[in-house]
């Protein structure tokens, strides 16, 4: 089928493409992964079938725990293939997602931290498993600055005191806590979170096209940041993660065990607050 | 009395009027309640004992529904009124009724869709009763985008993703989600939401006037749209509703009983949602 | 010891400065506090072992009750020690303090209304507790615009709605509602606010200082008002509270109690709704 990819499992009904990441063993955003939602972009721009895009996970733990920082190098060149003025970074690939004709929905369960959040926050909503769901804005842990539109979107969505808090905490925040701050739409249980978004999803499938992209550019032009400014934080991350104590607390963290299925992913907020580099 | 309009009933006391609208059968907008509007405003203009406005509505379960759909071109000949640059528009109107010199709140029982949301949106405060009141920004689901300030002001409260919810989904909110989402400023038990109102009005209306001023424009200078943008949605919403896909969808709404006191208008998401057009 | 005070209970530990407020019978703002809060944040300027700030206070009934009202012209004169273009304004010295290199965390228990409120809103951060902590923004009581940064940081955490309806009401806001608002973090209880507020603080006090001030730095970017409206709001205060009625009422609470230990302070918002003047 058309959409078919690697890091992708895709279906498409009612005008909605449900595209659910599967990326083992984490789902960590590597050069496979931006190829892959380059490639499904530049299909949707072509696609008139589709009017929504669902993406979920196929590993109910992990929505996106964030980059595969062993890769950022390769993933970054991957991001090479994005045309336009924001090419060649995480960014500029998100900032693209956020404006695409189609209208994106984020159903998350498991972590979004990092890299993984920023996805989620370049969807045009977002809906949360509430058992199961934990976002984390965590570069500041390694000295670094959120590369790929948290500070934006973060700050426009929580104010300054609460972005101020999530992304110099490089703490963890429930889905429940995360409604309450406005960094998802709604927390809700697991049990209820594939059927509400389905519903949503092919509710506003149904609606003249026209009015979609037209309402969605509006709400765009207010809400999006400058390009001057995504690219400005997309400079800074590679900048700021490099320092020597970012690597130190890098390395520190893989030698704990940072990117197997085990306690620092899962507990990664604490991980972070416990290293000596 | 000075103050008698058609389709609002209105009362001084304390320094505050109370206006409720009253346009039966069901408070629809059309060319009356806009005329009434603007002819409210330039007396208020001239009004030195009048500081807050109450706006309500007689009935209890419609606040304002949506615009009279079948009188577009009446209505909108009367927004031609109103004086300035951005005469000729219901956004237009809206927009002054933002910076009038009273502070104005929305206390709201009912339906509050489409034009009826903007109208809340655009009084400085909304307070809304828990049982009854509903929001709903209709417009997507008929092909058009808000033309009375919806994209603005609900971008502004509820941020990008909870924004894009609303308006692309055009479902309904009940006043407790209306709370959490930002849309008003709270919602409360309807027994206690008129003593609420008036004692908040009444309390502002003591305070100095050229104070209550000052503050109120340099909310707004933060907060209003640039004009351009009034002026951009206003003409996106007559061209995007007469779409043809937006025409079908309109006449088969009539067909099922829109506007009249029945099942489409007390479930309009529903209605909207089972549109074959 | 270096950070010494006569307003400041100061204390260092694990590269937090915990800043007590300290300031009897009150903690009103007076020119102490401005020299104290100017000197420390030069000191800090200066310090490199010190990454966070938390602000409390000794008076577990009053955080900061508001401005002395009876030295203003006093405090005045001391925020002319300011530098820069924005020398000579509480507004000033509060952008200043939202700009320092180091994180700063409002820990409010008591009252924390005017530029009480207004000092935490400059913090990065506020937590409350859910008992104590009452928020008011009482100036338009007066006749006044809050002249140190009260419009623009509310009308960007809360919405021009709930912005109208704290400043124009000058009522009272108990923690829960303010976290509702926007206008804190969090509220907590009080038994808890302490070990929350310090773990946060030494956590992030252990992360690389150059991300942290890197993230703080873009953060502030989007969120912080232009210059030229901090001097706006700060010439429109003095301004609008010297009027007639301004004065009359001032004097009028002041006969009441204001700035005494008793009923005033603890129900301000009570004691403005009661004014006759």
């Known amino acids: 089928m058309a959409y078919g990819f690697e890091t992708f499992k895709t279906r498409i009904e009612d005008g909605v493409l449900f595209a659910a990441i599967s990326s083992p ?3 960590l955003i590597g050069p496979e992964f931006v190829s892959d939602l380059l490639a499904l972009m530049d299909r949707l721009d072509a696609d008139d079938e589709i009017q929504v895009v669902v993406f979920s996970s196929t590993d109910p733990e992990f929505f996106i725990p964030h980059v595969d920082v062993a890769r950022i190098a390769e993933y ?3 991001t090479a293939k994005l045309t336009g003025s924001l090419s060649g970074s995480l960014g500029g690939v998100f900032r693209r997602l956020s404006e695409i004709r189609q209208i994106t929905i984020a159903q998350v369960e498991g ?3 990092g890299a993984g959040s920023e996805f989620a926050l370049a969807c045009d909503m977002r809906f949360a498993a509430r058992e199961t769901a934990v976002f984390g804005q965590i570069e500041a842990g390694f000295g670094a600055v959120p590369g ?7 700050t426009r969505l929580l104010g300054r005191g609460r972005a101020m808090e999530v992304i110099l905490s490089s703490g963890d925040f429930d889905a429940d806590l995360a409604e309450r701050y406005g960094w998802i739409n709604r927390a809700m249980p ?3 979170l594939e059927g509400f978004v389905t519903a949503l999803a092919v509710r506003i499938a149904k609606f003249p096209v026209s ?3 037209a309402n969605k550019r509006r709400i765009n ?3 999006l940041p400058a390009f001057a400014d995504v690219r400005t934080d997309a400079a800074l991350f590679p900048q700021t993660i490099s320092s020597p104590r970012g690597q130190a607390r890098t390395k520190e963290l893989f030698d704990a065990g940072m990117q197997t299925r085990g306690d620092v992913e899962r507990d990664f907020a604490g991980a972070i607050g416990r290293l000596k580099s």
Do not use: W, Y
């Open 148 to 154: 790929a539109g948290a500070v934006q979107h973060l």
């Open 25 to 27: 063993p984490l789902n």
């Open 221 to 223: 032009d207010i809400s």
């Open 211 to 213: 009015g979609l992209t």
């Open 76 to 78: 970054g060149k991957a």
């Open 111 to 113: 972590f979004a931290r």
């Open 190 to 192: 697991q049990a209820e």
